[in-house]
């Protein structure tokens, strides 16, 4: 169930416990809402996702929230609606005169489509889209290093809500597809997996992904929002068979295994699991040292190996500076010392006494590589975000006027899980 609630003001208010974690959510939301009601998109807004104050509209998973959750919006807002012209009313006369004004919609099935819940039978989906993907790759065939140079996605998706967080899924979609193609063995050994670290489970970076190329069609489904269906799913179906159809073309070999192994075989048993070591504790006397961070002068008590990156969350409360692997292999804590880019995970307390450090808080709102990540769709979940924007600070700061493989390779230590990198290129072009 999600409902629409209207205030005094002349505001609008959704209200559903789907949560925005980086997929576009609250927007896309709030653009079937505004669509429906017939107003601006600044005068919708999404209550918290509580199911103390708003209806259980289900998990946030997969495709349904656009397509279930997004139709109930639509639903909702077309109720709250009617009930407004049937009134003649505004929204503060009518509230003054009538108390609150909330319109709810519950799922119902489509015609036609029935699931049995106890058996787990039926129709699990009223409506498919569909896509069609090629890829272009090199093989080299001494060393049987795959590249994917080009690749180009169509997809049919019934109605394309907001077409810059459309294209980013799908591009996000395609590079996580293309790194469990080419790169990503997840390692086995007693139940556990023994590779979960970044510095032995290897994801593509922005030098790995090739030009993502996407395409929409649109085949309106009557019981979407506007007319959409699943999006997200998409990309992670049928990249690996292009891809490896492609290698096929290429060297004549026929595979069927990803990660991509011309041997016809998986890579050999793990080795014993490593230890897990427990985070070694940080002692000896605290020492004093003075930081510069964002133009403001610290002194602090700390252990002399404490890591940068700790004393700017807990000590200076700087949180925007990210911790991803721990290990200085993702670039989530990245932060500009002396005008240097490091990773602040691996720098020990004593050894930024005395310099300069720039973090994501002081770079201002209004720089113009801060609104290019925006106006470009540079974040979703925004874990890498404060990284990126870094690494293309201090690319900036080397080069101006970067090509686009300087900018793949001055991004190339900083990763990305969400976006596979096209939007992000995007917006450091022209820095």
């Known amino acids: 169930m999600v409902g629409v609630e209207a205030t005094a003001s002349g505001h609008f208010r959704i209200l559903a416990a789907s949560t925005e974690i980086g997929q576009g959510t609250n927007t896309i939301l709030c653009q079937i809402a505004a669509e429906a009601l017939g107003v601006d998109f600044d005068r919708v807004e999404i209550a918290r996702p509580d199911t103390a104050a708003v209806p259980n509209s289900g998990p946030t998973v997969a495709s349904r929230t656009c397509m279930i959750v997004g139709k109930l919006v639509e639903s909702a807002a077309l109720g709250l609606k009617q009930i407004l012209d049937q009134s003649g009313l505004d929204c503060a006369a009518y509230i003054a005169r009538y108390g609150s004004l909330r319109s709810f919609s519950r799922y119902q099935a489509p015609p036609g489509i029935h699931w049995d819940d106890q058996q787990y039978r039926g129709d699990a989906y009223g409506a498919y889209a569909w896509a069609v993907y090629v890829a272009e790759v090199s093989v080299d065939p001494v060393t049987e290093e795959t590249r994917v140079d080009d690749f180009v996605a169509l997809q049919e998706v019934g109605k394309v809500i907001h077409p810059v967080l459309a294209a980013g899924q799908i591009e996000g979609g395609v590079a996580q597809a293309i790194g469990f193609t080419l790169y990503e063995k997840v390692l ?20 790995d992904v090739p030009p993502i190329r996407v395409y929409f069609e649109e085949q309106p489904y009557a019981y979407g929002p506007a007319g959409a269906k699943g999006i997200g799913e998409l990309p992670m179906d049928g990249v690996a068979p292009a891809i490896l159809n492609a290698v096929e073309n290429a060297t004549g070999l026929s595979l069927s295994e990803i990660p991509l192994d011309f041997t016809g075989r998986s890579a050999g048993p793990a080795g014993p699991a490593a230890p897990e070591a427990a985070a070694a504790p940080v002692r000896g006397e605290r020492k004093t040292i003075v930081l510069t961070v964002n133009g403001q002068r610290h002194v602090l008590q700390v252990y002399p190996m404490a890591r940068l990156l700790d004393v700017l969350r807990e000590h200076l409360r700087l949180t925007g500076t990210k911790e991803g692997c721990g290990e200085g292999e993702c670039g989530a804590c990245a932060i500009l010392i002396d005008g240097e880019l490091v990773n602040s995970c691996l720098v020990p307390a004593l050894q930024a006494d005395g310099t300069q450090i720039l973090t994501i808080e002081g770079v201002p709102e209004g720089d113009r590589l801060a609104r290019a990540f925006l106006a470009c769709g540079g974040a979703q979940c925004g874990i890498c975000t404060p990284g990126m924007v870094m690494a293309a600070l201090s690319l900036r700061g080397r080069n101006p006027n970067p090509s686009e493989e300087e900018i793949r390779e001055g991004l190339a230590g ?18």
């Open 414 to 431: 900083n990763l990305c899980r969400c976006t596979g990198y096209m939007k992000i290129i995007e917006a450091c072009r022209g820095l």
């Open 188 to 207: 086995w050994r007693e139940g556990r997996m023994v590779n979960g670290q970044l510095t032995n489970y290897i994801l593509p970076t922005a030098a």
